[in-house]
């Protein structure tokens, strides 16, 4: 399991070519625009409910996938950390941190409250642009799987360090504190029936 900091939607697509290898994202409030063109094969849509989600992403583990999560649960373009969900920390005995850093000359590839299905195509619409992929050390996170150790303790370690590497501040800010502060609802995409 590779866990990453979130710059943008395209995270795991450098993830995938900086691995050489395909990888199976896993993603919260993903459009279906974005699900389509995917340039990384199916997405795997999280649900926000923490059985269903734990469950997805083990069924992957179990079958041989490399799978790419962005525990922030959204993206910031700021240099600093959301607080990482802890679940990824329940579920492997090994994780990958990695740090990514996405530099713009012009256009920034997240938005709050507009179309997420366009931030990819504002991404790439910068006239001069960088991601930095590093892979930091695996993080043995058995303590966490066995409960020896709060999920919460192993997510917060990973966030650290994380931060440490890209010399980002790390906070306890939630994605949906990032929304309310932005755009004024809680960040959940809502399809035309009311239905999440």
Known sequence: MYVCNHRTLI??????????????????????LSELISPIGATVRLARDRAHDGAAMA??????????????????????????????????DGVVPVALAAETAMFYGTTAGGWKSMDALYYMANPRMCYTVQFLERV?????????????????????????????????????????????????????????
Do not use: W
């Open 59 to 92: 069924r992957l583990l179990d079958e041989g996938a490399h799978v790419v999560v962005c525990p922030e649960g959204t993206t910031c373009r700021e240099p600093y950390l959301l607080r990482f969900s802890p679940l990824f920390a329940e579920l492997s």
């Open 11 to 32: 995270d795991p697509v450098y993830v995938s070519i900086a691995l050489d290898r395909p990888v199976r994202a896993v993603s919260y409030s993903l459009s279906r």
């Open 140 to 196: 043995d996170t058995t303590a966490a799987r066995e409960r020896r150790m709060p999920s919460t303790d192993m997510a917060n370690l990973v966030q650290r360090k994380m931060g440490d590497a890209l010399g980002y501040g790390c906070t306890m800010l939630t994605r949906k504190d990032k929304y309310l502060m932005l755009a004024g609802n809680d960040g959940v995409v809502r399809r035309g029936d009311g239905a999440k």
